[in-house]
């Protein structure tokens, strides 16, 4: 089965409004990464954050390791946040092969 | 600055046909990855690679082979490509205990 899982798939917010993201995983993760996704780009590295809480700029990412899951929230969405964000665990150690989600796609509108 | 690059960007194949796809990294990173990537669909791991002259199956390699001869130069290799291997590829590179660095993909279309 799937070994992460993203919710909600999409999500419509205006400008200014905060939005909650959410990845359960199945198996044990070692590594817990956030990206960010453009649309039709490339991924970029947002949060590493395998456990406890971590905050950069306007996002914050939470993850209960016991629990197998994480969040990312970003405050005062900003049309350019727009785009595909993809949570990502390791499973193993020391190996760094990453599992992805199918990933949250947001659109701020102004 | 670092930098993963990849080539061809795009790319429309014949069934059949031999493709091969090229990453290149400045970085000095040890590891490399190949995922493909499909519409709506998260990554998922083809090959990869920890070391020059040796190269590991990921999640999904059937159909797929992977050559690393340099630590700067991965390859991706579909020796026969089918229309299911039709996607977006990326490839990424890192070093212990960070994350990977992602190049700009290749979108190949099999026909």
């Known amino acids: 089965g799937q070994q992460v899982q993203q919710s909600p798939s999409s999500l419509v917010l205006q400008e200014g409004e905060n939005a909650e993201l959410q990845c359960n995983f199945s198996?044990?993760?070692?590594?817990l990464q956030w990206f960010y996704q453009s649309p039709g780009g490339s991924l970029v590295s947002l949060l590493s954050?395998?456990?406890g809480t971590k905050h950069t700029g306007r996002l914050t990412s939470t993850t209960v390791t016991k629990e197998r899951r994480s969040s990312l929230h970003i405050s005062s969405s900003q049309t350019t946040d727009s785009g595909t964000y993809l949570c990502?665990?390791?499973?193993?150690?020391?190996?760094?092969?990453?599992?992805f989600g199918a990933g949250t796609r947001l659109k701020v509108i102004a | 600055e670092a930098a993963v690059t990849q080539s061809p960007r795009s790319k429309v194949a014949v069934t059949g046909g031999k493709v091969t796809l090229s990453c290149h990294q400045t970085?000095?990173?040890?590891?490399m990855y190949w995922y493909r990537q499909d519409t709506g669909h998260g990554l998922r791991l083809i090959h990869y690679?920890?070391?020059?002259?040796?190269?590991e199956k990921g999640d999904i390699p059937d159909g797929y082979k992977a050559s690393r001869p340099s630590q700067e130069n991965f390859s991706l290799i579909l020796e026969l490509a089918s229309l299911s291997q039709t996607a977006v590829y990326f490839c990424?590179?890192?070093?212990?205990?960070?994350?990977?660095?992602f190049g700009e993909g290749t979108r190949l279309s099999v026909l």
């Open positions: 990424a590179s890192s070093r212990t205990g960070q994350a990977p660095l």
């Open positions: 198996s044990t993760a070692t590594q």
């Open positions: 954050n395998p456990s």
């Open positions: 990502a665990i390791d499973r193993s150690t020391g190996n760094y092969k990453y599992v």
């Open positions: 970085n000095n990173h040890d590891y």
């Open positions: 690679s920890y070391v020059a002259d040796s190269t």
